[in-house]
């Protein structure tokens, strides 16, 4: 995620197909976070919920666009919190997080989407999902039950780390 900050235009496409431009707000490496900022109109805002209060078996939603499934929706409980987890592709650009660790399908393409509770905060940002190993040193993604979000407190400091006012230059 954030290697396509370095990329000066980030554009926002929304459910409805409206394409918006964005500024960086804040970019953290270590947990491969970036928070963006564009304008949404006249679309409701979800509100970001505080991650420490999430405890082990609280309801949860996972949206984003596995597989490239635009508006999908799984649910799930918190199975775990404070998970270490390294996330990445082995190729020495891997994050490393303390996440959420959930039940409810998250696959490829859902990282970013933001992770639910029931009463409809945005508690952590998606962003990872357990690989089983596989034969002759492989490994196979997919929903297995494992999946992993950024908590949203986290996302929350990434965002204060330079004020709203002042967006990074990209």
């Not at 919920?49 to 508006?71: F, K």
């Not at 999908?72 to 997080?97: F, W």
Request: charge should be negative.
């Amino acid at each position: 995620v954030v290697s396509a900050t370095d990329d000066p235009t980030i554009i926002v496409v929304f459910d409805d197909g409206t394409q918006k431009p964005a500024t960086l707000v804040g970019k953290d490496v270590s947990y491969d976070l970036a928070v963006i900022k564009a304008d949404v109109g006249s679309r409701p805002p979800l509100v970001l919920g505080n991650s420490e209060e999430v405890v082990v078996g609280d309801l949860v939603i996972a949206i984003g666009a596995p597989l490239g499934l635009q508006g999908t929706v799984t649910t799930g409980i918190v199975s775990a919190k404070n998970r270490p987890v390294s996330a990445g592709d082995g190729t020495g650009n891997d994050s490393y997080l303390n996440a959420i660790q959930t039940d409810a399908a998250i696959n490829p393409g859902n990282s970013g989407g933001p992770l639910v509770a029931a009463r409809g905060q945005v508690i952590g940002v998606n962003s990872a999902i357990a690989r089983s190993p596989g034969a002759n040193g492989t490994s196979s993604s997919g929903n297995i039950g494992l999946g992993f979000a950024i908590p949203s407190n986290q996302a929350k400091r990434t965002a204060e780390l330079i004020p709203l006012c002042h967006p990074l230059p990209i």
